[in-house]
């Protein structure tokens, strides 16, 4: 099983030192990846969380410039809520700088008033998310020239230079815990990014689809939080002893998972460092 870790690009501890500290730390750990977490315009009601927070694709090229062998990620890039044509163009252009290290989720998003803000239609963000993964798909195929006609987006003969270094363009995975984005995944995409689901779930909805996947790559990447400070899980947070805490992702690899994202809950980024260096000498081991 592989490990990403999600960095601190959103919250009160966002900052470039900690973002750059963290990726570096990530990189000489050990850690396989390390993903950004998106948002543009949320409302005020809706920015608790998310108010502050640096933008994913442009940290991604910060960071792609200051690292040199981990993979990076978003997760989740709101598809529906950007012309997928400069999605392409901006991750493609990644791709090729990073010397083919970029992965990409894409989800539809949860806050209505952010779609509002940034002037995209809420209620047909599913279908239009259909028709921008396959957008992605037709630029990212590596040819020059590219034409697609859709319900929401056109374009003929578009000059699409330079194409991703990876074959078909980056591991594109579907967010999302419900059964719609799992089969959304299975049919368009290179594998599923539940959210914070249990490995019950996780097995159940699984269940639902292995006749379609059959043995054609699909990958399973669960993205997590982590408090080492609990005594014991609590909710949806995995916690407790590092023992305890390979038993909780050994439950998720039976279940299907093949990537566990982690977050790893901190207070400071001393105590995150702290964490991360934990999480890789005394859980990752185990899965090797």
Do not use: C
Not at 1 to 19: C, E, H, V
Not at 124 to 148: C, F, P
Not at 248 to 261: D, E, K, T
């Amino acid at each position: 099983m592989k490990f990403g870790f999600i960095l601190p690009n959103y919250g009160t501890q966002a900052s470039r030192l900690a973002l750059i500290d963290s990726a570096l730390a990530a990189e000489s750990l050990g850690f396989e990846s390390i993903w950004l977490t998106d948002h543009l315009a949320l409302p005020e009601a809706d920015a608790e969380q998310f108010g502050h927070i640096y933008e994913a694709v442009t940290t991604m090229a910060y960071l792609a410039a200051s690292t040199r062998t981990i993979r990076l990620g978003i997760s989740t890039l709101v598809l529906p809520q950007r012309n997928p044509v400069e999605v392409a163009k901006s991750i493609a252009t990644l791709d090729v700088l990073s010397s083919g290290r970029i992965n990409l989720t894409t989800g539809l998003g949860w806050s209505q008033g952010e779609y509002h803000n940034l002037g995209y239609n809420f209620a047909n963000r599913a279908k239009r998310m259909n028709e921008a993964v396959q957008v992605l798909r037709t630029l990212w195929r590596g040819q020059r020239k590219s034409s697609y006609t859709g319900k929401y987006y056109q374009f003929e003969n578009l000059v699409f230079s330079p194409t991703p270094v990876q074959l078909g363009g980056p591991p594109l995975w579907i967010a999302g815990d419900s059964i719609h984005a799992l089969k959304r995944a299975v049919f368009l995409a290179d594998g599923w990014h539940p959210n914070a689901t249990t490995p019950q779930d996780l097995q159940e909805k699984l269940s639902q689809v292995r006749p379609l996947i059959l043995n054609r790559p699909f990958t399973i990447a669960v993205r997590m939080s982590i408090n080492f400070s609990l005594a014991e899980s609590q909710g949806r947070i995995l916690g407790g002893t590092p023992v305890q805490i390979i038993e909780q992702l050994s439950s998720y690899q039976a279940s299907g998972m093949q990537i566990a994202i982690v977050n790893l809950l901190s207070e400071s980024q001393a105590a995150r460092e702290r964490a991360m260096k934990l999480f890789m000498k005394e859980i990752a081991p185990a899965f090797r």
